[in-house]
T-cell receptor, first 115, second 116 residues
Framework: QKEVEQDPGPLSVPEGAIVSLNCTYS??????FMWYRQYSRKGPELLMY????GNKEDGRFTAQVDKSSKYISLFIRDSQPSDSATYLC???????????????FGTGTRLKVLA | DTGVSQDPRHKITKRGQNVTFRCDPI?????LYWYRQTLGQGPEFLTY????????KSRLLSDRFSAERPKGSFSTLEIQRTEQGDSAMYLC??????????????FGPGTRLTVL
C-alpha cells in the first residue's frame, strides 16, 4: 500500500464548477499537508499548506484536513480554464535519520476545466 | 531571474551513456532537493543537501547516480551507464532550512531525460 493515495483522474468539469480533489494517507506521523499545482512541462508550485485538522481558505481554494480519517481535500470554487493542471497532494514528516522533513507526494490528479 | 533553474531542459541519450544535470537554486536557499517524476506519478525523493553536505539519499538512488553540491550553491546530478528505466523528469527544489517544514519548496522546471 502506498503511503499516499490519490486518484489520477482525469477529471473534467465545466467552467464555474466546484472541484473537489482528495488524498488519503496511511502514516499517522505525517504532520504537514500541502497541495501543489503542476502545469504541463513545469515544476510543481505550492498552492496551500495546512497543519491541523480543519479548513484553510485562500481565495477560491480551500484545503481541508481530517486527521482522524487520514483524508485531505482541496476544493476549488468557480473553477476557471486556467485551473487546468495536475494537482498533487504532499505530506511531510520529521525523519529521525537526518532530523529533517521528508516529503511524500501523491500521484497527482489531472484536472481539465472546460470553457 | 530569482527562481530555481535547471539545465538542460531536455536530454536525449543512448543507453549506456553518462549524463549530468545542473540545478541552480534560489541564492539564499541552503537546502536543495532532487526528485524524479515519471509520467502519471508524483515526484519521488532522491536526495537532498544542506549547504554542501549530502544528508540523505533514497533507495531509489542506485550506485549509478551521484549528486554533488561542491560549494553549497549549484548542484549536479550524474547518471552513469543510463538505462531506459532512467527516463523521467528530474526535478530540483530549494528551500530555506530555517523556515521548514511549512515553507515552500521552490521547484525548477525540471530536466526531461529520454534514454533510447
Amino acid at each position: 500500500q502506498k503511503e499516499v493515495e490519490q486518484d489520477p483522474g482525469p477529471l473534467s468539469v465545466p467552467e464555474g464548477a466546484i472541484v473537489s480533489l482528495n488524498c488519503t494517507y496511511s502514516n499517522s506521523a505525517f504532520q504537514y499537508f500541502m497541495w501543489y499545482r503542476q502545469y504541463s512541462r513545469k515544476g510543481p508550485e505550492l498552492l496551500m499548506y495546512t497543519y491541523s485538522s480543519g479548513n484553510k481558505e485562500d481565495g477560491r481554494f480551500t484545503a481541508q484536513v481530517d486527521k482522524s480519517s487520514k483524508y485531505i481535500s482541496l476544493f476549488i470554487r468557480d473553477s476557471q480554464p486556467s485551473d487546468s493542471a495536475t494537482y498533487l497532494c504532499a505530506m511531510s514528516l520529521l525523519t529521525s535519520t537526518s532530523g529533517t522533513y521528508k516529503y511524500i507526494f501523491g500521484t497527482g490528479t489531472r484536472l481539465k476545466v472546460l470553457a | 531571474d530569482t527562481g530555481v533553474s535547471q539545465d538542460p531542459r531536455h536530454k536525449i541519450t543512448k543507453r549506456g551513456q553518462n549524463v549530468t544535470f545542473r540545478c541552480d537554486p534560489i541564492s539564499e536557499h541552503n537546502r536543495l532537493y532532487w526528485y524524479r517524476q515519471t509520467l502519471g506519478q508524483g515526484p519521488e525523493f532522491l536526495t537532498y543537501f544542506q549547504n554542501e553536505a549530502q544528508l540523505e539519499k533514497s533507495r531509489l538512488l542506485s550506485d549509478r547516480f551521484s549528486a554533488e553540491r561542491p560549494k553549497g550553491s549549484f548542484s549536479t546530478l550524474e547518471i552513469q551507464r543510463t538505462e531506459q528505466g532512467d527516463s523521467a523528469m528530474y526535478l530540483c527544489a530549494s528551500t530555506l532550512r530555517e523556515l521548514e517544514p511549512y515553507n515552500e519548496q521552490f521547484f525548477g522546471p525540471g530536466t526531461r531525460l529520454t534514454v533510447l
